[in-house]
């Protein structure tokens, strides 16, 4: 909006809005906007959710007997404050004539919206199960697909239903319109594998934030046709603009983890967790570096697969693989604390996202 209406309609009378057409700088003002409006607002919005709810999150029954009585009366939904502080300052600073900003804000809001109800049947029913499995995928999926088909509406890019390949230059496989549904399974993913991340204090917003400024990269990268070429990567024009958005996220990640260090005084919730991961899983694929994605964030793909094989082979053989999933809860009870976990996963994370950027030059 300020970029807008400020540098679009004065630029041309004041040299110094020049600065405005430059993304990174706008990117690094959405950055610091996102940061303090969650630093500003979080003290009142914690008191207000704890008066809203009363008892908090309601806390597994079947995990570490030590997060029954630690986690208690802990508030959730925090991630209201992360999405807010991202869509003022994209809307602030992004150009809003951008379909890529305006379809991330989309899966953010849209996403959000159906965590902020699952968060609530927590809340209202003190159960943690909150919303029915089935009911949650398909409002996902429904939002997934709407939003990815109005910005492939305005995407002029000649490859935008291939799937590029990371190291290997010049290699993509078409899937024709079958991309739609690889698409949506991406964003999906990418939205279930953070909210199951975000089950101790800190874990979550330490992967998205550093998966957040690795796609800042990206998407800088993908979208400056100079960049691209030398890199040998897709170019799409008008993506770069979605670093802006991912500049927001990073500020409102820090500023979340300001509260949401252990011990956690507000939890992200669903509300945050499924919109970070869906708008993450959205800017992979608008970026062509959809088979990045596990590789920066390898953490949330360890927390999904552990899981999926804990419940499979469960079903099998009436066994555990794991002493608990997701595997943060493994290692809990292998004796680590709870700091032990999320900082050392936190390192991995760093790790990972130092070698994803590396893919890049490695064509």
Sequence with gaps: MFYNIVYKLLGANYSILNILRYVTFRSICAFFTSMFIVLIIGPRAIRFLRTFQLNGQPIRDDGPASHIESKKGTPT???????????????????????????ALGIMLGFGGIGALDDYHKVKKHDYHGMAGKKKFLLQVAVASCCYCIAHMYDSFDGAFSV?????????????????????FVIVGSSNAVNLTDGLDGLAVGPVTMTAIC??????????SVFAEYLKIPCVIG????????GALV??????????????????GDTGSIAIGGSLGYVAIMTKQELILPIVGGIF????????????????????IFLMAPIHHHFERLGWSEPTVVFRFWIISIALGV???ATLKIR
């Design 215 to 224: 796609f800042a990269v990206i998407s800088y990268l993908v979208g400056n």
């Design 77 to 103: 939904m925090g991630g209201t404050m992360i999405i807010l502080s991202v869509c003022f300052s994209s809307l602030l600073f992004a150009d809003l004539s951008n379909v890529f900003v305006l379809t």
């Design 301 to 320: 793909v360890l927390e999904a697969v552990s899981v999926i094989l804990q419940v499979s082979y469960f079903k099998l053989a009436r066994k555990r």
């Design 251 to 268: 500020g409102a990640g820090l500023g979340f983890m300001w509260f949401n260090a252990p011990p956690a005084k507000v939890f992200m």
């Design 164 to 184: 590029f390949f990371p190291i290997i230059k010049n290699v993509h496989i078409d899937l024709g319109w079958f991309f739609v549904a690889w698409a949506v």
């Design 239 to 246: 993506v770069s603009e979605l670093c802006v958005f991912l």
């Design 355 to 357: 070698a994803a950027l």
